[in-house]
């Protein structure tokens, strides 16, 4: 499966982005799906991820309350509203499409080529 991110940008601190993530290539709803963030000199780590229905949901402790994952299966789309906005949530965020939801970002097996988003303080 192919993964296009895209939403990223510049935005000042208490602010919202939403990102999309669109699949092509093979059926989508067979995939769970995760989102990373990845900022220089560090590894990828977890953000949020969704199953394949959409009913089951997980996030970084850092991000709960403040993000949400979504999916279209129909739109083959999955999207990330990211709401309260800090400075420390600046990096390259990264779809991911994997056969098992997890943590682990060596568990996903496709993914997108990351959308750049800075937060401003």
């Known amino acids: 499966v192919q993964l296009q991110a895209s939403g990223g940008g510049l935005v000042q601190a208490g602010g919202s982005l939403r990102l999309s993530c669109a699949a092509s290539?093979?059926?989508?709803?067979?995939?769970?799906m995760g989102w990373f963030r990845q900022v220089p000199g560090k590894e990828r780590a977890f953000v949020t991820g969704?199953?394949?229905?959409?009913?089951?949901?997980y996030y970084a402790d850092s991000m709960k309350g403040r993000f949400t994952i979504s999916r279209d299966n129909a739109k083959n789309t999955v999207f990330l509203q990211m709401n309260s906005l800090k400075p420390d949530d600046t990096g390259n965020y990264y779809c991911?499409?994997?056969?098992?939801?997890?943590?682990?970002?060596?568990?996903?097996?496709?993914w997108g080529q990351g959308t750049l988003v800075t937060v401003s303080s």
């Open positions: 991911a499409a994997g056969s098992a939801l997890s943590r682990k970002d060596y568990e996903y097996d496709f």
């Open positions: 969704i199953s394949r229905g959409g009913s089951s949901t």
């Open positions: 290539g093979r059926t989508f709803s067979a995939y769970v």
